[in-house]
């Protein structure tokens, strides 16, 4: 594997111990399990935990939020989204690091408020020192040429960063920003086992609660395939897609 993917590993395997041994509790207990869960694609079981969480703890009630928008372990529900966004809102402030982040993605996406990306940048730039996720919002603004121009240096300065930090997305943003500049991402051992480590994933949390949402996922992921993969690879690859595709049509919503 490669460092990050050795490392995620190994903190995957220590978080899933501790909260076998330690089930949450507190509204901020109840949100860092469901930030576990969220990173392991089990969006079913991380929104439970949010929802138990949200009153007392802003970051879950952005998930909570997050998750209803986006039809993650839950019907799509734009209404329910809006009100969850406003509410956050008006329990946040624009002092606190975490309270910044998750402002600005309201700003930025225009969640619960009328979108400003000036102000998503300036609330991303004043947290993104503490939070990886800030600095993997300010590389799409220079990969989707927000407020600036679209710049390949600086994206991948911010994604890099983020992703170094731990943030997952960013390597697969990195790979479409150089796809876009047809050039090849410069470590493809890394990019395939970021991958293979979120294929894992996925398929685990399909087994684990098996729901249309989660097989369609993993139909998706196994349709897009690993980068630069062999031929036959391919091939088996969407078998499986189809495979799985068909196995979702038969489970619940």
Not at 37 to 52: G, H, N, V
Not at 183 to 199: G, M
Not at 227 to 246: C, E, G, V
Request: charged letters at 25%; proline letters at 3%.
């Amino acid at each position: 594997m490669s460092c990050y993917t050795d490392n995620e590993h190994k903190k995957g395997i220590n978080a899933t111990l501790y909260w076998q041994a330690n089930p949450p509790k507190t509204a901020v207990e109840f949100f860092l399990y469901g930030e576990y869960c969220y990173r392991l694609y089990d969006f079913r079981e991380a929104l439970t935990a949010y929802k138990y969480a949200a009153e007392d703890e802003v970051g879950a009630l952005f998930q909570l939020a997050y998750c209803v928008l986006h039809g993650y372990g839950t019907p799509v529900n734009k209404e329910n989204a809006t009100k969850y966004f406003k509410l956050l809102l008006e329990k946040t402030n624009e002092k606190e690091a975490r309270h910044c982040y998750y402002r600005g993605m309201c700003f930025c996406y225009g969640y619960g408020t009328i979108k400003d990306e000036e102000h998503a940048w300036s609330l991303f730039a004043t947290c993104s020192e503490k939070i990886e996720s800030a600095l993997y919002e300010q590389g799409l603004f220079f990969l989707e040429g927000k407020i600036f121009a679209k710049d390949i240096a600086n994206a991948v300065f911010y994604l890099r960063k983020a992703y170094d930090l731990g943030e997952e997305r960013a390597i697969f943003a990195m790979e479409k920003l150089f796809s876009i500049y047809e050039k090849p991402y410069p470590d493809h051992i890394e990019l395939t086992q970021a991958y293979a480590w979120r294929l894992g994933r996925i398929l685990r949390a399909a087994e684990k609660s098996p729901c249309r949402e989660y097989y369609l996922r993993l139909s998706a992921c196994y349709r897009h395939g690993f980068p630069n993969d062999s031929q036959d690879n391919k091939k088996k690859f969407l078998r499986l897609a189809d495979k799985y595709q068909k196995f979702a049509e038969t489970l619940p919503l």
